[in-house]
Each structure stands twice: as structure tokens, then as C-alpha cells.
């Protein structure tokens, strides 16, 4: 991938993959790089020093690939590092590249949905702790009401291949009714993790008819269309010959194997050792 310069997108693991495969059915024909931290997976009960750590060290990573937008397609590296790297390391990284995160683009539009202003949120450990999304959806819709809960379980079962398992319905339908027990009027569920998308089918066993069930690859992908084109001074230099390009820190072939469920289609992935 010499001579071009992809827009990167990173991930702790696979979940990055749901919101990569929206991105590029939005916009195809830009350059791709997808980076799993997948050695270190998973961040949502790590602390907010680690969490931020390791996702510098991925943001500078592809930042030296030449990507001149990168987007953390994690709401725990959202949640715990963002900002930090975009008002203290960014500036002296690079001041003309931009890092942006899942959580923004989610609570912008995610009080359109509800007509009870009852939102519900499920994340993980680290996504919920931070209060990120209450903070956020305030900005943008301060008459809504948000209720959270953590599901801690939900990221393992998806990554070792149990999240369409008997086993799984349990858990899920453990921490929904959870959920759906702060409020009765919750009436818009949003998943706040990517790994969630794949447990979107038993979910929606577990709620109402009535609730509406929305994944962020849709959102974030239709954000940044939105960004590229308030923006022509970023998306200028994003390059577009409709490549894409995996890599991992863990086994290329379990990141291989995996990835396709999440992604959609076959990956080749190439591995990375970092180095703080």
C-alpha cells in the first residue's frame, strides 16, 4: 500500500471490522487500513491509563502508515482515550491529521429515534464507567434520559465464536431485562460496543416489539460522509483506489478466521509487533 494515504480504522479486536464494512459500503472508493489490537484484546475492563496506552501506540502506529484521518472504532478507546490523544498528543504528532471516535457520532443522532425519551445503552465495563454517552447525548438532547448497563460476558462470547450458542441466550437475556428494568419507557436500544451487531438477532428475542435495536456501523459511516464533505481539506488527502489492508498484533491466522464473521467476506491479514 506505498504511495497512498488510507483512512485507518482501529479496533482492540474484531468489532471494528461491523463499523469498517459499513464505512466502505457508504464509501468504497477510498484507501483502508484496519488495525486490530487483537493481542491485547479485549480493553473494556482495562484501566483508563492502559486503555489509553495501547490506543496511542495504535494511533501512532498508523499514523506513521501514512493515514491522515483515523477513526477508533471502539467506545472504550472512545470512551477512556479519545480526547486526550486529539488535545495532547495529535498537536505534536500530527497537527494536520485528525483521530475520531464512535461515541460523538452516535449520540448526535440517536435522540431522533426515541419518541419516550427513555434511552437505553448497552457496553461494556469501560464504555459504561466513563459515562461518555450520558455526557455526550446531554450535549445534543438534553431532554433525554438515559439508562445504562454493562455486559461484560457479551464481548467473549462473540470473539470465541459461543454468541449464537443456547448458551448465550441466557446472558443476553440476563442483562436486556436488566436494562429494561430501570424504565419501562425505554423505547430505543442503542449498541454500544461493535462487537454487538452480531448479537443483534437474540437481542431483539429479548425486547419489546416496540423498542428500537440500532448498531453504530450505519451511524459512524454516515458521520463520516458527513465530516469528509465539511472537510475537503481532510478528505484531500485521504486516497482513493478502493484498497483495503489488515493487520494485527495477534495470529494472522485466527485474526483471519474471525474476521470474516465480523467483516463479511474473506480476510488476509499481515501481523505487527508494537513497540512503545
Request: glycine share 6%; net charge negative; with cysteine.
Amino acid at each position: 500500500m506505498s504511495n497512498v494515504s488510507p483512512i485507518g480504522v482501529f479496533d482492540s479486536g474484531y468489532g471494528g471490522l461491523t463499523v469498517l464494512k459499513s464505512i466502505i459500503e457508504k464509501l468504497p472508493s477510498y484507501d483502508y487500513i484496519y488495525f486490530g489490537d487483537n493481542a491485547r484484546a479485549p480493553y473494556g475492563n482495562r484501566s483508563f491509563d492502559t486503555v489509553y496506552e495501547y490506543t496511542l501506540q495504535s494511533v501512532k502506529w498508523l499514523l506513521q502508515k501514512g493515514c491522515p484521518l483515523i477513526i477508533l472504532a471502539c467506545n472504550t478507546a472512545s470512551a477512556k482515550a479519545l480526547r486526550s490523544i486529539q488535545q495532547n498528543d495529535l498537536p505534536t504528532l500530527g497537527p494536520d491529521k485528525r483521530v475520531l471516535g464512535v461515541i460523538r457520532p452516535s449520540a448526535e443522532v440517536i435522540g431522533k429515534y426515541s419518541k419516550t425519551n427513555q434511552i437505553g445503552i448497552l457496553g461494556t465495563n469501560g464504555t459504561v464507567e466513563s459515562m461518555s454517552y450520558p455526557l455526550e447525548i446531554e450535549k445534543f438532547f438534553p431532554e433525554i434520559n438515559v439508562f445504562q448497563h454493562a455486559c461484560p460476558l457479551w464481548v467473549p462470547l462473540v470473539e470465541n465464536n459461543e454468541y449464537s450458542s443456547p448458551g448465550a441466550d441466557y446472558f443476553i437475556k440476563k442483562d436486556v431485562d436488566e436494562l429494561l428494568n430501570k424504565s419501562a419507557d425505554i423505547d430505543t436500544i442503542l449498541l454500544a460496543c461493535t462487537h454487538y451487531p452480531l448479537l443483534a438477532g437474540k437481542i431483539k428475542r429479548y425486547i419489546p416489539e416496540n423498542v428500537q435495536l440500532m448498531s453504530q456501523g450505519e451511524i459512524v459511516a454516515a458521520s463520516l460522509d458527513d465530516y469528509l464533505h465539511r472537510h475537503p481539506e481532510i478528505e484531500e488527502k485521504c486516497s482513493k483506489s478502493g484498497q483495503i489492508q489488515f493487520y494485527t498484533t495477534d495470529s494472522v491466522k485466527d485474526f483471519d478466521k474471525h474476521s470474516a464473521i465480523f467483516f463479511g467476506r474473506p480476510v488476509k491479514s499481515v501481523h505487527v509487533d508494537l513497540v512503545s
